[in-house]
């Protein structure tokens, strides 16, 4: 069957007049506003076949809208768009001159348009701009075989699939296959806000390094502190309490075989505080440039073995992440771990010697006053 053509369609019904006057009519040409209504779907019966319009990058082009009264300004100037609610098709905003396309978004060549009252709300072309909320609803089996993630980012940039944040100049979240990475910041000093290492299984904050040795390694003014699977906090400097005091869990209910503690003033005596400084090549990296006042753990071993620990070992060959010129990555192997059992001095034993040795003290100052008294 052959299909006639528009022409032949107006001249078989008649003027417009005797369009209106057919109950039935489902095709009506307006001759004044030039436009063409159409009572039911618009069918396409062949193949790559559509809607065709005049191209002009430095246009914006009407592909449809919700009513007449919101439709784009017909014959207006190319950064008029009228009250339109609807899609468009556009090119890049400034494109033929200075003012084209305002309401096209730089960066994502032709795109398509949806407009609310004339202003864009979402623009797609090669990429996505959107002036609201992108949500991505999770369903059970997840994305790509996962249970658990809604919204899947499937490209890579230097081995590292990730989002990026232009305007702080941060990747807020970037992994690559083996599942290492974090949130990195790309400045003048560019660093990782956090860093997890999946073969070493640690956490590393601040820009520190990771290591096998730690779950968790914190960064501060070139030192660092440790948490490992025991709950054990090492640290390379201070550590500061902003109410003054370092709280340990002494609930009498929780304790058994009480017994006295009465080493004090003949041990005190023994122990010989000592200032020094770490030697510069030591594999904890402890800061070298300045006098510590402490006591020798061998010295004290021999006089207080109870107070004297083997330390955990915190000298585990670290990995830092550093971003090459390329934009690439790569790992910087720390030295070898220190694997020496070092010393360390439980501090709650000299407290309570101290404490034993001022009881001592005072007997024998009352005793010396008593016998003074006439």
């Known amino acids: 069957m052959a299909i006639p053509t ?4 107006i001249a078989a019904i008649g003027s417009p007049a005797e369009w209106a006057a057919v109950g039935t ?17 618009l069918t396409f019966l062949a193949g790559r076949k559509g809607l065709v319009g005049v191209y002009d990058a430095a246009q914006t082009q009407a592909i449809w809208a919700m009513g007449p009264s919101y439709v784009l300004t017909p014959g207006g100037a190319s950064n008029a768009y009228g009250a339109i609610y609807g899609l ?33 709300q979402t623009a797609i072309g090669g990429g996505i701009w959107t002036n609201g909320t992108v949500t991505a609803p999770g369903y059970t089996g997840g994305v790509s075989g996962s249970s658990y993630g809604s919204l899947t980012v499937s490209g890579t940039l230097s081995g590292y699939a990730g989002i990026y944040f232009p305007y702080a ?23 990782w806000h956090f860093y997890w290492c999946q073969d070493q299984q640690c956490l590393g904050i601040a820009g520190s390094t990771t290591t096998s040795t730690f779950a968790c390694q914190i960064n501060g003014m070139a030192k660092a502190s440790y948490f490992d699977a025991s709950s054990d ?19 009498e209910r929780l304790k058994k075989n009480i017994r006295p503690f009465e080493k004090g003033l003949l041990i005190l005596r023994k122990v010989q505080s000592i200032l020094f400084n770490f030697k510069s090549d030591n594999k904890l990296l402890l800061p070298s440039d300045r006098d510590v006042c402490g006591i020798s753990a061998q010295e004290l071993q021999k006089i207080l073995p109870e107070a004297v620990d083997i330390a955990p070992k915190i000298g585990g060959r ?6 090459n010129p390329d934009g690439s990555f790569s ?22 010697i101290m404490i034993n040795a001022i009881k001592e003290l005072d007997d024998r100052l009352s005793k010396i006053e008593k016998e003074a008294i006439p």
Do not use: F
């Not at 528009?6 to 369609?9: N, S, T």
């Open 169 to 191: 100049r941060v990747v807020g979240c970037m992994y690559d296959s083996a599942g290492n990475g974090g949130a990195y910041h790309e400045a003048a000093t560019t660093c």
């Open 25 to 41: 009519t489902k095709l009506i040409w307006d001759d004044t506003n030039s436009k063409l209504s159409i009572l039911g779907d």
């Open 88 to 120: 468009t098709w556009s090119y890049n905003p400034d494109y033929g001159g200075a003012g084209n396309n305002p309401q096209s978004k730089a960066g994502l060549s032709h795109q398509l348009l949806v407009m609310h009252n004339g202003v864009t």
């Open 331 to 352: 790992d910087i192997l720390g030295p070898e771990p220190d694997l020496t059992d070092y010393l360390s001095i439980n501090n709650v034993y000299l407290r309570h």
């Open 233 to 251: 906090v090492i640290a390379r400097a201070n550590l500061w309490s902003h109410d003054g005091g370092v709280h340990s869990l002494s609930d």
């Open 6 to 9: 528009l022409g032949a369609m």
């Open 318 to 323: 670290t990995t830092t992440k550093v971003q």
